[in-house]
């Protein structure tokens, strides 16, 4: 984790009231704000200008998805690291925000104290799993699990049957890290986890990140499959 | 649309009114009385300006003006006894008005839906009955067109009526539901921040500041369910969203994690689902002590949906059931199993002391 006064945070939020005072909350706390933006345009010039190493992103902005921010911030910097912020009720965002690269998701009632964490968190690299993220990451393997093999059963896609040869690119989870995301999900937190399942705390960290990792590099394969096959560069 | 089919009603009228006039032209020679016949055709031109002025505006179309029509239309109809020579009529000859006759029919279609046009076409078939006092083959041909004019004129303009009608319910409808999503928007981006904002920085600062947070926190939810209960679109097929249906549950004590899409399952075990995951967190509220947190999980497995319900609590052993029971907790759970038992889903309930209670709700999908 590194020290705060290293910490650039970019906060960007349409809404002015909320923008100003998370950000006089960060400077509060020691961070240094690298600068705010209202909208997805203006947080793409913002990051090119400051180079900040947080982007804490609110998904509700006027011009662009939170996917759309997300994907072109880590274009540009792939170093950055992304923290979505979101009021609740806009799960497909914050999934579609996430599998485009951002590092964690926390909602916008959580505490101004949970807020510093994750952004310390963030910036050290570490996936911010809360347990609604974590719903949303086991809802997205069942759904890929479902969508690809109908009728023949997830369990056996992985042996290669007499049907269809299992897509070796679609990511599934395994029992250890199915077993992890649905704890983390009920709201235990990892040194409660490592000491239910006798396991360090680091590894249950391993298998959330890992689980996101997949998700992030199965939606990287897909966009760029889509894109070969439409015939672009 | 009512207005097309009052356009559609005089230009038959003036075009009918041409026709008897060639027919009175042509055959005037053979009448009893010529003058007669150039009168009734003057009667009809006249009644003709009238009732096209008088049906342009919706004050116009009075019920007796309408049937003054039909008694004009009635009358012309049996003077063509006294014009032309009774050995013509009974050999079938047009009447004097000929097809005018049938555009007061069409105005009592229009202003009385298919049992008007059928009311004006049998006082017009009457009266072409008495004038006849036979019945020759194209004048029963007639009859029936007179029929159909009425009939099934009126029945298309009421089609026609009630079809516009209900694609201005269906745009007033959509509109309202624009200007709700309007104010949704609204209320997200402003309102509910800010008492986010409340929410979070007064827990912070304590005190009585934690207090007006705590309310503010309540409000934000409860606002926050309401707006986007109003977008949550209804059932489909007789399909809920369980997601849509528990997420409303969350607040500052409990979070509700679901997939990202719509969890559809049909209405009664969703709607059991929702109502023992009530139950439970109800539970936890009374019985789990004062800073106990709660979980919802949703799952979808494609086999069996699955709703956790965990708090971190004070939990209980087994061996304090019975205590459990006596402190009505059990009572509970039977309710909540008994729930699931009536949509084929099981309940199971887990607890340690000082690890709080999980309660797993499942229904398996057929």
Redesign the interface.
Known sequence: MCPDSELRVLVVD??P??RH?VAA?LEEAGCVVAGTAGDGAQALRVAAATRPGVVLLDL?LPDMSGAEVTRRLLAADPGLRVLILS???E??D??DAMTAGATGYLV??????E?LAAVRSAAAGEAVF???????V???Y??L??GATPGTGAGTAGTGGPGRPADPARPRLTERETEVL?LV???MTYPEIAALLVLSPRTVQNHVQNTLIKLQLHNKAQLVRYALEQGLE | MAEQMWRVVAVFRVLALAYAAVLITRDHGNYAHPAAGWLALAVMAVWSVITIAAYSRPRGRQTWLICADVAVAAGLVLSTRLIEPASQISAGAPTIPSFWAVSSVLACAVAGGPIGGLGGASVIIAADIAERQALPQATLSNIVLVLIAGGVGGYIVQLGLRAEAAADRAARLEASIAERERIARGIHDSVLQVLALVATRGRELGGEAAELARLAGEQESALRSLVSGAAVPPPEGGQLDLAGLLEPLGGSRVTVSCPAGAVLLADAPATALAAAAGEALDNVRRHAGGDAQAWVLVEDDGTAVTVSVRDNGLGFTDGRLAEAEAAGRLGVAQSIKGRLRDVGGTACLRSSPGQGTEVELRVPRL
């Not at chain 1, 916008?108 to 104290?113: D, G, T």
């Not at chain 1, 809360?130 to 949303?136: D, F, R, V």
């Open positions: 349409d809404h009231i909320w005072s909350g509700n009021a609740s009720g799960r497909q914050v999934l916008k009632s959580a505490q101004f104290s807020l809360t347990p609604g993220l974590a719903g949303l086991l809802g997205e069942r759904r699990a479902a649905r999900a009920k709201g």
